[in-house]
């Protein structure tokens, strides 16, 4: 996910007849969340602030999250970016990419994870991007450590009734 300094706006309250101004911030400076969710049970991984987001990067995530979860072959959904085609990310031992079709973000659970984290920073103006990652990370922290809501949140259901008939 991307985060930066470009505002990201929400529906916001207001009295009745009371128009909500909210300030606007045009920043070109991003950093990005990985992560990495398992549907079933709500466990979830995260690596935080990454200035770019290309194979190398995903090389490294890959290899923290296999660390992460050593015993486990690894079923990654991945939409269809460039970088994720990579074939260096294709060679780390027991984890299986599923490629979901071209333009379909409705299907990837972790794209509902990264609207709620952007709820986290809407309609607010940061100082720096460091301000903004802390706000962040905080709000990711909450979510791993609920993993009942991360689970109702991505668990969709046609994902766990697939799971339950496969495995």
Known sequence: MRFGLISNY??????????????????????YLY???DPINGD?????????????ITKKFLEALKEQYQKYHLLLVW???????KKELHQIKDVTPIFLPSYSPELNPVERF????????ANRIFKDIEMQKDIIEK???????????TQNLCGYDWIIDQWKSSF
């Open 10 to 31: 929400r529906r916001s309250w207001s009295l009745i007849g009371n128009r909500t101004v909210i300030a606007n911030q045009q920043e070109f400076v991003n950093r």
């Open 35 to 37: 992560s990495a969710i």
């Open 44 to 56: 979830n991984f995260h690596l935080l602030g990454f200035n770019d987001v290309n194979a190398t």
């Open 139 to 149: 709000e990711v922290i909450k979510w791993m450590k609920d993993t009942d809501k």
């Open 114 to 121: 990264y609207g709620e984290i952007r709820k986290s920073t």
């Open 79 to 85: 939409d269809n970016a460039p970088f994720h085609k």
